[in-house]
């Protein structure tokens, strides 16, 4: 039976991925550990503790006292933030995953370690790029991801961690707000759609990028884990994606909902330097034929769903 520790629950991805893991595999056999109390949490929900991943004994301490048997590892600094404080970046998002993938060893667990797009830079072939590629990104959230899918590939041949990862686009959602990354504008405007039909957007209009809505990004992380080890030849740092869209098109998609929808650009260079770094689409053919990825929202099912579940809980603004 697996026993499962999430570290940055409190996240978007971790607000998520806990309830679905907790469907999964039993509301008992999940504990949810982050810096913050988890926004939505309430008593009923499972265990819930504080745990610092660039501490190495609070990571022991808890995997031993739980008798942990894998590890989702989500705790890490988005790229907008990561490139406001690189040297705390470096320190989260490289200590973190060295201090798990150590107690990994140690104790015999599985690791989910995400990557992200991020992970590539401008001497990345852009255009369906490709799962095994040039990675020299130019950020130090995307240094943090190259060094993390390395030393990934180090603790599983150099020591059979069973360590599993995928390449994230950015993600849309509407249970968590995101955490600082470059991609967020394509969450900001459903909220700012429906409260005041109005978004200023802080990338360029024609930033095309890959993304993926939250239920398929949750899907694939819980697929990946489960796969048959022997038909994985990559086990780290999948490529995937389920939809490529500009600021511009999403707009268009939304006012097909709200005809009075009106976006304004107002680039930030910080932000619109990181997007222009990475890849316009990737090529996710291995994530499909190794372990049979396959998203199931497009930008029309995903912009209709999430209009829905936030227009039930947001009111327009007068
Ligand atoms: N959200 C995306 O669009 C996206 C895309 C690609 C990859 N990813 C990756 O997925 C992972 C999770 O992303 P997210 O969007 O949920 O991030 P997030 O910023 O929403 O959540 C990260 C969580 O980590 C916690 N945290 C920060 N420092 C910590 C520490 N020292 N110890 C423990 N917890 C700490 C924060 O409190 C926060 O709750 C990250 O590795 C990120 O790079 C996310």
Redesign the pocket.
């Known amino acids: 039976m697996e026993k499962i520790l999430v570290?940055?629950?409190?996240?978007?991805?971790?607000t998520e991925l806990v309830a679905a893991l907790r469907a999964a595999h039993g509301k008992d056999r999940v504990v949810a550990?982050?810096?913050?109390m988890p926004v939505q949490s309430s008593p009923g929900d499972g265990l819930f503790e504080h745990?610092?991943?660039?501490k190495l004994d609070q990571i022991q301490d808890a995997v031993r006292r739980h008798s942990i048997t894998a590890i989702y590892h989500?705790?890490?600094?988005?790229s907008a933030v990561a490139e406001e404080k690189p040297q705390a970046a470096w320190e989260?998002?490289m200590g973190?995953l060295y201090h798990v993938l150590e107690v990994a060893r140690q104790y015999h667990c599985a690791v989910f370690f995400?990557?992200?797009?991020?992970a590539f830079g401008a001497t990345t072939p852009p255009r369906k790029t490709p799962q095994d590629t040039v990675q020299r990104p130019s950020t130090m959230?995307g240094v943090t991801?190259v060094a993390g899918e390395l030393l990934a590939d180090y603790y599983a041949h150099r020591f059979g961690v069973d360590v599993r990862g995928l390449r994230?686009?950015?993600?849309i959602s509407h249970v968590?707000p995101?955490?600082?990354?470059t991609?967020d504008y394509a969450v900001e405007i459903f909220y700012q759609a429906i409260r005041y039909r109005h978004y200023t957007c802080f990338l360029k209009a024609d930033t095309a990028l890959d993304m993926m809505y939250m239920p398929d990004a949750i899907r694939a992380i819980l697929d990946l884990m489960a796969a048959d080890p022997a038909k994985l030849t990559h086990r780290n740092a999948f490529n995937i994606s389920a939809m490529n869209f500009t600021p511009e098109r999403l707009a268009a998609e939304i006012a097909q909902h709200i005809p009075d929808f009106r976006i304004e650009y107002e680039v930030d260079p910080v932000r619109q330097a990181i997007a222009d770094s990475w890849p316009r689409s990737v090529d996710d053919s291995a994530a499909r034929r190794e372990w049979g990825w396959a998203p199931r929202y497009d930008l029309a099912a995903m912009t209709e769903d999430m209009l829905e579940k936030l227009g039930a809980k947001l009111k327009p603004a007068r």
């Open positions: 570290t940055g629950a409190a996240g978007q991805i971790g550990t982050d810096l913050r745990l610092d991943c660039t989500l705790a890490a600094m988005l989260l998002n973190g995400p990557s992200s797009i991020g959230y991801k994230l686009p950015g993600l968590a995101p955490g600082g990354g991609t």
